[in-house]
Each structure stands twice: as structure tokens, then as C-alpha cells.
């Protein structure tokens, strides 16, 4: 278990936040857009991603011993809801979130390998 958070830690906790964020922000975009964006379950997956990386970050800020496995869960996810969002070609804020999204999933893929 670590009791202080390491230098790479702390950048997976930073892609965490921000991939919650645009998530977030583009489950509002989505629901705008209304059609394909809007359907259920794309909607859900980008629920799930914003939940997931949550929970990560909080995972890794109080040094839990299951950080990575948790971490590993969230990586699963970021890159499924990237692929999700790079299908909307046109729309930049897709093409944002699924590069934020893939960029969380690298960094929680390497948090999960060493933990």
C-alpha cells in the first residue's frame, strides 16, 4: 500500500478528473444534439466513464489497496467510450472527449500494471 501518492500517481488521478469532466460536459452536448447522441446507451457508457474515473481518483487519492483493479475496470471503460465517441466524426467535442478519454485509459492501464 502506498502512503504517499507518487509523481505517476498523481497524473493518473489528474486524467481521471479530467476525463470525468468532459464526460460530463459532453453527456450535456449529447442530449443537444438529440439523435444518435442521444441514444441510450451511449449515454450511459459516458455515465459509466465519468462514474468509473471518479472512483479511480478516489481510489488512488486515499491509497486504497484495490486501486488497481479499480484502475484497470476504469481503463476498460475509457476506451470503449472513446471508440463510442470517435464514430461521430464531425462533432469536435466527440472527437475531444474520446481523446481525453483514450489519454485516461493509457494512464489507468499503466496505474493498474504496477500497482
Known amino acids: 500500500m502506498h502512503t504517499m501518492l507518487d509523481q505517476q500517481m ?17 453527456i450535456a452536448h449529447c442530449l443537444e444534439m438529440g439523435g444518435d447522441h442521444a441514444e441510450p446507451g451511449h449515454i450511459k457508457l459516458l455515465l459509466d466513464c465519468a462514474e468509473i474515473c471518479q472512483t ?6 486515499r491509497s486504497s489497496d484495490f486501486h488497481g483493479q479499480v484502475c484497470g475496470v476504469c481503463a476498460e ?8 465517441c470517435e464514430r461521430f466524426e ?10 481525453i ?3 485516461c485509459a493509457r494512464s489507468c492501464s499503466e496505474m493498474a500494471q504496477t500497482a
Do not use: G, P
Open 10 to 26: 498523481r497524473d493518473c488521478i489528474q486524467e481521471c478528473h479530467r476525463c470525468h469532466d468532459i464526460c460530463m460536459e459532453t
Open 56 to 61: 479511480s481518483a478516489n481510489f488512488m487519492l
Open 77 to 84: 471503460v475509457c476506451e470503449r467510450c472513446a471508440e463510442d
Open 90 to 99: 464531425d462533432d469536435e467535442m466527440m472527437q475531444q472527449c474520446a481523446e
Open 101 to 103: 478519454c483514450r489519454s
